[in-house]
């Protein structure tokens, strides 16, 4: 059926929603590329937080191309 549709020319969506994160200054298993080290909390105290982010994607298979967004 996908193939079908992007043979016709109709957009093909995939969304991922990943899990919810707390926004603040907290630790993230992930490498940054700076010059100096950055000072984060090592807990996600809800209480420091400033709210939640759910962060998610939507890729068009047909364009080949992908958009990030984060709704908070």
Known sequence: ???EYLD???PVLSMDT???EELGNFYRD???DAT???TVNDHDFP???KGK???HDLYDLGKN???IHQWH
């Open 47 to 49: 209480s420091y937080g």
């Open 30 to 32: 992930v490498i940054t």
């Open 65 to 67: 191309k992908a958009t």
């Open 8 to 10: 016709a020319g109709k």
């Open 36 to 38: 100096e080290s950055t």
């Open 53 to 55: 982010l759910i962060p």
């Open 18 to 20: 990943k899990k919810k």
């Open 1 to 3: 059926m996908k193939q």
